[in-house]
């Protein structure tokens, strides 16, 4: 690599980089200079996993455990590092060295599966001693377990999503305490939660001044994910098989996907695509974190592959680049409910038996609650979602089933059980998700 690439990288660091304006993100309390694994922040692009870095950062600077010339950062999406390999390592920090006066103690590394064999480099630099590291991709291979066998328990991951609603409540300047809910302020919370849903949660299209800016950087995240993440990244050929695909799970979102059907679809356009390919490209996007996807709970781990899966877009903004917001908010609200299902780290399945129930959270392998999600709850609809939450409930044992809606709260009790009802934007901000205080819950 060109020396003068690394030494004008290093020096802007140092020199002319000024870390942006934060808001800060809620992450497990982290101390940097003990930490003893490699530590991956993995999630969506535009997430906000380099100005996660630059919190990190900045807390090093503001506590005065470090200065800048102890850290150093580099984004291996800079066009100066293309072509960057392992051999451009030690010459990346006798670099820093040189303008900095010492070496690193501190190694952040942004987008890092930009670097052929960059697991290789973190496990020879971790070996030698001297540094803690933070990287950063959006490709969720980062997150797989032959990933952390190969690092030999030297790595662990911490997944950022876009924004949380508190995060967003946060950067709308809206403070929240447990009395909010019961006061006029609570119109305000659920104008902010409207805004929230129908937007989505990526930071820089909440920023955006206007819808149509919004969309515009929505459908720009869309195609990045279609080229850099999956065309290029591997060489997919079948284009428009992966377009159908992915206009296909736009419109579905919370709905059931099926490889067979999919493939029936695409023969009837006379497009290609056999079911391995669409399977895998089905894995491709959930790896380029385009959507979440879960099983149907069984016990069974063939009967959990071979039915459809029910699938979810990794933010609700995209679901507006598909059929319009009146048509499609049941779906998001629900939509949302799983992105937050997904944060939390909850082992999620869907149970479909004679009726559906959209959630059935298990605690170690075994079911332990029902969550049924709808726009509102009303007569016309009761019957469905109450005998889709019962027949889970009966079916599993369980105790604890919740209905949530877009803001009501109640409590239903039917066939000998009862459920509690709640508007997403309150459990949002419950101490599982958002750290309100728990007399939210009794109230």
Known sequence: MNNEALLSVVAEWLEETELPKLVPRKIPELDLESIRRVLAVVGPRRAGKTYLMYQLIAGLERGGRAGRRDILFVDFEDYRLGGFTTGDVDPLLATFQRLAGRPPRFLFFDEVQQVPNWSRILRTLHNQGRYSIVVSGSNSKLLHPEIATELRGRYEDLLLLPF?????????????TPATFFTTARGRLVGAFEEYLRSGSFPEVLLAANPAERRRLLQNYFQTIFYRDVVERHNIRARTTLEALMGELLE???CLFSISKFEKSLKQNN????????????QFLQEAFFMIAHEKFSHSPRKRLMNPKKVYLVDTGFATLGRSFSQNRGRILENLVAIELHRRGEEVTYFKGRHECDFILSRERRPAEAIQVCWELSNRNEKRELTGLSEAARTHGLKQLLILTFDQRDTVRFGGGAARVLPVWEWLLMPAGDGIANDIQEA
Request: net charge positive; charged share 20%; aromatic share 14%.
């Open 252 to 254: 579905s979102s919370a």
């Open 164 to 176: 949380s609603f508190g995060e967003f409540l946060r950067l709308r300047n809206i403070e929240v």
């Open 271 to 282: 497009l290609p695509g056999s079911k391995r390919t669409i399977s895998n490209y089905f």
